[in-house]
């Protein structure tokens, strides 16, 4: 991983400091259900602190719904 500028600011300046980080915010988490298809996603991706659980929630619907319908990633 490339050293961002702001790396230890708003996310882990450490890679296995941010791969722990986004495990947890996977893990935290809630489902949402989202009735019909899934066209597109677009989620939060600056100040992980802020942002990084929102993100978490449109991932695991996207997980969710690629798993469950059949529907090429």
Known sequence: MSYQSVA??????????????VREFLKAAKEVKVPGEIKGLVVPHA??????????????????????SGAKR
């Open 47 to 68: 100040g992980w602190v802020y942002s990084g659980i929102v993100a978490a929630v449109g991932y695991k619907i996207l997980d969710k719904f690629y798993s469950s």
């Open 8 to 21: 230890g600011q708003f996310f882990p300046e450490n890679e296995v400091e941010q791969q722990k980080m």
